[in-house]
């Protein structure tokens, strides 16, 4: 039997082979260079990775996080009682006899979104986040060799979303070629925004031990990946143009509270979306598995079985055992055919999975690479620079790919970086 640790190193190894052999062949590929590019990528992974989960201090942050997030949760749980009462968790006028069926996620866990949107449009009106940001765009920057603007965009969307990252680079997305386009993409597809991935980690509150410090992690080191993977598949030339614009946007917010207004307006938006898309998807879901059952006579399919199947060795190659490889491969299966929020609602209810196993698939979902978001990305990029909207359309499958790809490389990285 193989090692479990040793079938994340054979992940690692394998998964930039594929990028390689599904590359576009219409430009050259320097060995030398994609050789590089490899190396730096998965050192920084890693050294990242083992120095975020290993240094005591590093790890004792996580803590401190989780407690940020009980703390958001909390202060939105006052606003939420105050407005929908018991709904959102308040004193009920009657007795419970179920207190499991009491949790209405769509009053006491999506609102945490508004608060975060909010904050974070403070934080960026503030300028703390661009500063941030920055201090990321050059670690990768000058440990991977990419243009300075596409390590901003990368470097960015480990906190903001994949249609607000590309604007901090926006006079560049116009000059930028072919692979640096592609590469802004599958950053974007690769990593989670801050605003939901505090509500990922309340979904896995008491099964992922600080669920929203790994998380962070996740979305950190997904973006190396991510750089590495896409230029293995369309290589990039470094832009000139390193110096971004300090001049702020013509519709900048003009104070503190015209940015925390702006931000609860922004968080109402994905609110909604968010609510919505759940209920759409989960009743989509339940039709299909209702056809597939009927079609299927006793072997009772499902779309989880199928996934499960179809991902259970993508599920080994990150590090889960074969045992547990289909409860994780349908989990996979659901992120990429759904959307990585019905994936960590199921996460959150599983009882299967080791915590091992657990805490890889926690890293291996924290990615927007799903179909729905290549969607989205395309309308919003094409409207941000709508003279390459050609391009970014032809370039939306294969980035799913390569996004899908990086953040089964995280799971893989954890994978080897865990004791069984």
Same mark, same amino acid.
């Given at each position: 039997?193989?090692?479990?640790?040793?079938?994340?190193? /054979? &992940?690692?190894?394998?998964?930039?082979?594929?990028?390689?052999?599904?590359?576009?062949?219409?430009? !050259?590929?320097?060995?030398?260079?994609?050789?590089?590019?490899?190396?730096?990528?998965?050192?920084?992974?890693?050294?990242?990775?083992?120095?975020?989960?290993?240094?005591?201090? /590093?790890?004792?942050?996580?803590?401190?996080?989780?407690?940020?997030?009980?703390?958001?949760?909390?202060?939105? &749980?006052?606003?939420?009682?105050?407005?929908?009462?018991?709904? &959102?968790? =308040?004193?009920?006028?009657?007795?419970?006899?179920?207190?499991?069926?009491?949790?209405?996620?769509?009053?006491?866990?999506?609102?945490?979104?508004?608060?975060?949107?909010?904050?974070?449009?403070?934080?960026?009106?503030?300028?703390?986040?661009?500063?941030?940001?920055?201090?990321?765009?050059?670690?990768?920057?000058?440990?991977?060799?990419?243009?300075?603007?596409?390590?901003?965009?990368?470097?960015?969307?480990?906190?903001?979303?994949?249609?607000?990252?590309?604007?901090?680079? $926006?006079?560049? *997305?116009?000059?930028?070629?072919?692979?640096?386009?592609?590469?802004?993409?599958?950053?974007?597809?690769?990593?989670?925004?801050?605003?939901?991935?505090?509500?990922?980690?309340?979904?896995?509150?008491?099964?992922?031990?600080?669920?929203?410090?790994?998380?962070?992690?996740?979305?950190?080191?997904?973006?190396?990946?991510?750089?590495?993977?896409?230029?293995?598949? /369309?290589?990039?030339?470094?832009?000139?143009?390193?110096?971004? !614009?300090?001049?702020?946007?013509?519709?900048? !917010?003009?104070?503190?509270?015209?940015?925390?207004?702006?931000?609860?307006?922004?968080?109402?938006?994905?609110?909604? =979306?968010?609510?919505?898309?759940?209920?759409? @998807?989960?009743?989509?879901?339940?039709?299909?598995?209702?056809?597939?059952?009927?079609?299927?006579? +006793?072997?009772?399919?499902?779309? &989880?079985? /199928?996934?499960?199947?179809?991902?259970? !060795?993508?599920?080994?190659?990150?590090?889960?055992?074969?045992?547990?490889?289909?409860?994780?491969?349908? *989990?996979?299966?659901?992120?990429?055919?759904?959307?990585?929020?019905?994936?960590?609602?199921?996460?959150?209810?599983?009882?299967?999975?080791?915590?091992?196993?657990?805490?890889?698939?926690?890293?291996?979902?924290?990615?927007?690479?799903? @179909?729905?978001?290549?969607?989205?990305?395309?309308? =919003?990029?094409?409207?941000?620079?709508?003279?390459? $909207?050609?391009?970014?359309?032809?370039?939306?499958?294969?980035?799913?790919? +390569?996004?899908?790809?990086?953040?089964?490389?995280? =799971?893989?990285?954890?994978?080897?970086? +865990?004791?069984?």
């Amino acid at each position: 039997m193989i090692p479990v640790q040793l079938q994340s190193v /054979i &992940g690692l190894i394998a998964i930039p082979l594929f990028a390689w052999a599904v590359r576009d062949r219409s430009k !050259p590929l320097d060995l030398k260079h994609a050789a590089r590019i490899v190396g730096v990528g998965l050192a920084l992974q890693l050294a990242i990775a083992a120095l975020m989960l290993n240094v005591p201090a /590093i790890r004792a942050g996580f803590a401190y996080v989780s407690r940020g997030v009980d703390a958001l949760q909390a202060a939105t &749980g006052r606003g939420v009682q105050l407005v929908f009462g018991y709904l &959102g968790g =308040g004193p009920t006028p009657f007795d419970v006899t179920s207190p499991a069926h009491a949790f209405l996620p769509a009053f006491q866990a999506f609102p945490l979104m508004l608060v975060v949107s909010a904050l974070t449009s403070l934080l960026f009106y503030w300028g703390i986040l661009q500063r941030i940001v920055r201090a990321f765009a050059r670690l990768l920057q000058h440990s991977m060799g990419v243009s300075g603007p596409l390590a901003t965009a990368a470097a960015a969307n480990i906190f903001l979303g994949m249609i607000e990252a590309p604007l901090f680079i $926006r006079p560049y *997305l116009r000059v930028m070629d072919r692979g640096a386009l592609f590469a802004v993409m599958t950053v974007g597809l690769a990593t989670i925004a801050g605003t939901v991935l505090v509500l990922y980690a309340s979904f896995l509150n008491g099964v992922v031990p600080d669920a929203a410090g790994h998380m962070i992690v996740a979305s950190v080191i997904s973006a190396p990946a991510a750089l590495m993977l896409a230029q293995l598949m /369309i290589p990039t030339t470094p832009l000139d143009l390193e110096k971004l !614009p300090e001049e702020p946007p013509e519709d900048a !917010p003009t104070s503190s509270i015209d940015a925390l207004t702006r931000g609860t307006q922004t968080g109402v938006l994905l609110l909604v =979306g968010v609510v919505s898309t759940l209920i759409v @998807f989960v009743a989509l879901l339940t039709l299909v598995d209702q056809l597939l059952g009927m079609a299927s006579g +006793s072997w009772q399919l499902s779309l &989880g079985k /199928i996934f499960g199947w179809v991902f259970a !060795p993508v599920a080994w190659l990150i590090g889960v055992p074969w045992a547990e490889a289909g409860t994780a491969g349908s *989990l996979l299966g659901i992120k990429t055919a759904v959307n990585e929020l019905v994936a960590y609602l199921d996460l959150g209810q599983d009882t299967t999975l080791s915590p091992r196993s657990r805490l890889i698939v926690t890293y291996a979902l924290s990615g927007f690479a799903n @179909f729905g978001s290549v969607g989205i990305m395309i309308g =919003g990029m094409s409207a941000i620079v709508p003279e390459r $909207r050609a391009e970014i359309v032809e370039l939306g499958l294969k980035s799913l790919v +390569s996004g899908t790809l990086a953040t089964m490389m995280t =799971g893989a990285v954890i994978g080897a970086l +865990s004791a069984p």
